[in-house]
């Protein structure tokens, strides 16, 4: 059976789930291969990434991003994107270019109808899909991750400066950017001995982010900056630092937030992640600041959190629907 993803070449959240798919599929002995939409003519010297003349035919074609003309075989689409943040990008794209914007929004859903099954790893993104597209196939499965890899490793370094020392680097969109954390900071530098590394904050919105943080004081206590950082020296952070601030909107979870859980960062998220070990409210950053400090004076009860799945068990819920599909 052969397969192929349809995805990004960068390093966002998607890239490194279609990512990971690939790798555990073969590793099932499926035929399995990542074709980049924005690199139709391959890697040179990657196996695993087919140029699109060699990926337009194949038994299932793995839509995460875009998939291109001509492709022959079954449809499983991938619905990476909050459906909140894809209406807010559509309007926001449209501002921008009129009509000749593009619509994320229509486009989930033309791929949701037009599919033949749509996986999802949020049972709340479900109801939200299934409520607009009650005949199509929506699906969950387990978001799984390398924990072979994202483990408990000595720290290289040094810990962090901060106590707490607390540490982010969310892909700096709405849906998860810093700032309620930033805005909350000014009671946590009055109250706590924390320190905030918030990194991942692209250079092109630096002439917005460091105004804020400099006016309000956040800069003094704070470590900042555009970087974006390989997976080992992810995983060292993540070690080097008390709690991993995982703050996405409706209390969904990511695969950062998975990675910094498994690799035994105390993780705290908006009301609903299943995987965090300590909630906070979304809203007023006032409040915000004051359930945090409950949380550093070990005033808050740790929540009981989901087992995290393994990248072996998200490939093999996905090969059951490839199979099912080549029935």
């Known amino acids: 059976m052969r397969c192929i993803h349809h995805t990004l070449s960068n390093g966002s959240g998607l890239n490194r789930v279609s990512t990971n798919m690939v790798q555990a599929e073969r590793e099932l002995g499926i035929e399995s291969f990542l074709c980049y939409v924005d690199k139709p003519e391959g890697i040179e010297g990657k196996d695993n990434i087919l140029p699109l003349s060699q990926a337009l035919q194949a038994d299932v074609h793995i839509i995460h991003a875009h998939l291109p003309d001509g492709c022959k075989g079954k ?178 979870f990511n695969s950062v937030g998975l990675e910094a859980k498994s690799t035994g960062c105390k993780v705290i998220s908006y009301r609903g992640n299943p995987y965090a070990d300590y909630w906070i409210t979304e809203g007023d950053q006032r409040a915000m600041a004051e359930e945090l400090i409950q949380i550093f004076e070990g005033k808050a009860e740790p929540n009981n959190t989901a087992e995290i799945a393994s990248l072996d068990s998200m490939a093999k819920e996905m090969v059951k629907i490839y199979e099912e599909l080549m029935k």
């Open 75 to 252: 449809t499983v689409f991938v619905a990476h994107g909050t459906p909140e943040h894809c209406f807010a990008m559509a309007i926001d794209q449209n501002r921008k270019s009129g009509w000749w914007a593009g619509d994320p929004f229509m486009l989930s859903l033309y791929r949701i109808n037009s599919s033949d099954v749509t996986i999802t790893f949020w049972e709340r993104h479900k109801y939200i899909w299934q409520s607009m597209s009650p005949k199509a196939d929506i699906r969950t499965i387990p978001m799984g991750i390398d924990t072979d890899f994202w483990k408990p490793v000595p720290i290289q370094g040094g810990k962090w400066a901060g106590n707490p020392a607390l540490f982010t680097c969310e892909n700096p969109h709405q849906i998860k950017w810093p700032l309620d954390i930033f805005l909350a900071f000014p009671i946590l530098i009055e109250k706590t001995g924390a320190i905030l590394h918030a990194h991942y904050l692209p250079m092109d919105q630096h002439r917005f982010w460091y105004p804020l943080i400099s006016a309000n004081g956040s800069s003094f206590r704070s470590f900042t900056s555009g970087a974006y950082m390989d997976s080992p020296s992810l995983r060292n952070a993540f070690v080097s630092c008390d709690y991993y601030l995982n703050l996405v909107r409706y209390g969904d």
